[in-house]
């Protein structure tokens, strides 16, 4: 496992951990304050896909902006790597699936289709591929 201090948000520090196994390859993204994490969030892959695995934000952290904050930092990093995300919306939280699919089609998600997942985001582009 590697970690790799990676850029600050307002004065925050994310913190970037890749785990690399014989089955696949996980990367968690982390929003810090000091010793405080405000966000976190992982991509996995499934064979040759990488998959959102999920965003979460702490009850006492919500409605300040760090999930969009995280966000807007792994989609930077995943367009600078070139790679495509695919994801899966199901609300665990205060969030319905309604609000969470219209959360992340502000950041580029567009409908998957042909990959059997709901959504997807193309590495460097707004727009379905």
Request: charged share 25%; proline share 1%.
């Amino acid at each position: 496992m590697v970690s790799i201090p990676v850029s600050f948000i307002r004065k925050r520090n994310i913190l970037i951990t890749e785990e690399i196994n014989q089955i696949n390859r996980t990367i968690r993204f982390e929003l810090k304050d000091g010793e405080n994490t405000l966000a976190t969030a992982e991509i996995s892959t499934a064979g040759d896909v990488w998959v959102f695995t999920g965003i979460f934000v702490s009850g006492e952290y919500r409605a300040n902006g760090y999930g969009s904050d995280l966000l807007t930092k792994i989609i930077e990093y995943l367009d600078r790597k070139n790679i495509d995300l695919f994801a899966y919306i199901y609300s665990y939280g205060s969030l319905s699936e309604k609000h969470l699919d219209a959360w992340y089609r502000r950041y580029g998600f567009v409908d998957a289709g042909e990959e059997g997942y709901q959504l997807a985001r193309y590495a460097g582009s707004r727009a379905q591929k």
